[in-house]
């Protein structure tokens, strides 16, 4: 190679600086206002989002917003370090889990003096409205509701002649003897329920079917000793009956991934998921699938409830607050968006919104607002918010009831395990 | 991993001052003029060093004696976070005990496998280099992501270990997801990463003189005891230097079981490395505190090993150069 002579490289240093330069300097116009808005998602919900946010470009050419947008488990790290940087973006997706911990924590900007101004909060739902409230004060506006749900495979049902009973009735034997009855008819390998003795909100809509909560309003464990060990005496005796994959298979679950489930294996031809998700799990499959309640217990005392999907809310650091409000009044209220967003996270809160997208949902969509319409008659009241350290307490589930499910520890001392590890993180947190 | 390796500390000049008695500013404008440049040239590491590992090296020690969640300023708390992890945090205790786990099982039989390998490439089999390559090829994969997902594919319920144990009629188990075996498919991918090792020990049998072999064999010592009286003896300073590094390298080992668990040291904790529980704590758990504390922890535990391999080396390597 010819060695460089000293002015071809002060000439390449040069024009390396002036492309830089250019580069810099080919972005929008500095003149117009700038926002930043972060979420996390999946493919399908980025590409409608970023559709969204062109849309409010174009209605509003002087407003930009740039997008950063994560997997759910990169997104908290993310956040937390913009955060500890003051470099947090104006309009943030939130969590039912996280929110009252950023609001505590003084990052989230009070929305409650935008309300009636920038936000038009008129057709909101009065209850997905109050859920984004500490206090009194407006910390987020819900994106869409959701329950959790059985979804089954709806294809090998039919085939197999399966009848559910009262959707809104049932209970746990209903389901037991249902798997009894089904379960010799299925394949080698295909059982008729994934196990999810580790599943966080199953845990919490049997102990509501009981009466307690998680967590109690002062963020302590709201249910006992007992009631961990009913739920997992379930769980494990039908492992060992054989109505759910055995322990090493069904362990392959435990990172939230849609394709790693039971139901998208098919190793079972029910499982456990958010309404929302429905979609999503469709499409991985060739089967149709489809939602149903979850089984009840004495009493009937509803354990599900409408939970805020995610929320939208605005950093407490913005510098232009009035600017974000209106991009959060635009995505939750405007009929234009809803047509974009549609239904991806969860049933739009807003009536006008609902009305507008209804007509035009597919047919696994409606299956998922039906499902809601159907709940919606069979659900409590939204749950305290959890403390700090519950994120840790639902990670810690999947090795606690692993040791029940291989047998490592009997049901009761897994559970006093548990619920001793439970405690200690929440004292620690 | 990577390590990162700075250039050699020189000094632009070796030659001694002849310093006549001027001032000392005089004196440390020549030292610039002549040095400068050298410094100039060592900037770009200098601002490195400083920058991006001394700096935040100290930040972290301090940072390993507060409680720190990214959101809220670090308060101070002395050494709470060090007397929990060795009093209190059951966590911590199976992480050491998982991590000890992989470190003496991968760490001895990769290099046994590497020196295998290097013994049977150094007979001077015809396309050797071809051979070399293809063996060294999994220690540029084995830490990759990919490698890891693969291993997922490899070892899963239905991967193509379980197909293989169906051709013969049985059922295995899902390796990776069962508690007795998921550290094992961890173990088995490191050794898998033989090709470093195996590489250095082939330049290290190089340099045995072939002539000493010759006179042993000469005198009627078999293969065997030419393996264990010359080979191993006159190997020992490479096999000190791979055991070191490996040994280094496996207590920091994260991307395998970080996939392969996905993420959570799935099952029952048993492939929860000890820095897969310190980026846990750290970055799901926001307790950047703690996390601290245990990588210092962990810098010590490694300091005491390397230690050790220093302190008994003077028993079991023998230094040609050494005149012994």
Known sequence: MKALSRRDFGRLVAAGAAASALAGGAGPAFAETRLRYIWWGNPDRDKRTNATVDLYHKKHPDISVDRESYAWADYWPKLATQAAGRNLPDVIQMDYRYIFEWARRGQLADLTPMVGKELKLDHFDKNQLESGKIGGKLYGLSMGGNSVALVYNKTQYQKLKIGLPDPLAWTFDDFIKLAKDVQPHLPDGVHFTANKGDNESWLEMFVRQRGKELYTKDGQLGFELDDLVAFWTIMTQMQKDGLTPPPDVQAQDTTGALEKTMLVLGKAITDFTNSNQLVAIQKLMKDQVDLTTLPNQEGNRPGQYMKPSMFISQSASSSQPEEAAKFLNFMVTDVDAGDILQIERGVPADSEVLKHVEPSLTEVEQRMTRYLTLLAKHVGPLPPPPPKGAGEIQQLLYPAYQKVSFGRLSVEDGARDFMQRAKDILKRA | ?324
């Open chain 2, 1 to 324: 991993m990577t390590s990162t390796v700075g250039p050699i500390g020189t000094t632009a000049s070796g030659r001694r001052e002849t310093a006549a008695p001027d001032g000392l500013r005089a004196r440390l404008a020549r030292s610039l003029r002549r040095n400068g440049p050298g410094y100039l040239f060592l900037l770009p590491w200098l601002v490195g060093f400083f920058g991006l590992t001394l700096l935040p090296t100290v930040g972290s020690l301090y940072l390993s004696f507060t409680d720190y969640d990214l959101l809220n300023p670090p308060r101070w708390t002395g050494t709470a976070n060090y007397s929990y992890a060795f009093f209190e945090d059951t966590r911590f205790r199976s992480a050491l005990s998982v991590t000890f786990h992989y470190v003496l099982w991968s760490v001895p039989l990769k290099l046994i496998v590497a020196l295998a390998l290097a013994m049977a490439l150094d007979r001077g089999v015809r396309g050797i280099s071809v051979y070399r390559a293809v063996f060294y090829l999994p220690s540029l994969l084995g830490s990759s992501v990919a490698v890891a997902v693969l291993w997922r594919q490899i070892f899963g319920d239905a991967g193509v270990v379980n197909q293989l144990i169906a051709l013969v009629g049985l059922k295995g188990p899902s390796w990776i997801t069962h508690p007795d075996y998921a550290l094992w498919t961890l173990i088995v991918l490191a050794i898998w990463q033989f090709g470093s090792p195996m590489i250095i020990f082939l330049a290290g049998l190089r340099q045995i003189p072939q002539e000493v072999h010759e006179a042993a064999a000469m005198d009627g010592a078999g293969p065997a005891r030419r393996f264990f009286r010359i080979t191993l003896p006159l190997l020992a300073p490479v096999i000190f230097f791979n055991l070191v590094l490996q040994t280094i390298d496996a207590f920091k080992a994260f991307t395998p079981a970080f996939i392969v668990s996905g993420g959570n040291g799935s099952p029952i904790d048993s492939t929860l490395f000890y820095s897969l529980y310190l980026y846990i704590e750290a970055f799901a758990n926001f307790r950047m505190g703690y996390a601290a504390a245990l990588a210092w922890i962990l810098l010590v535990i490694i300091s005491i090993f390397t230690a050790l391999a220093f302190l008994t080396s003077r028993y079991w390597v023998y230094y040609e150069d050494e005149g012994r």
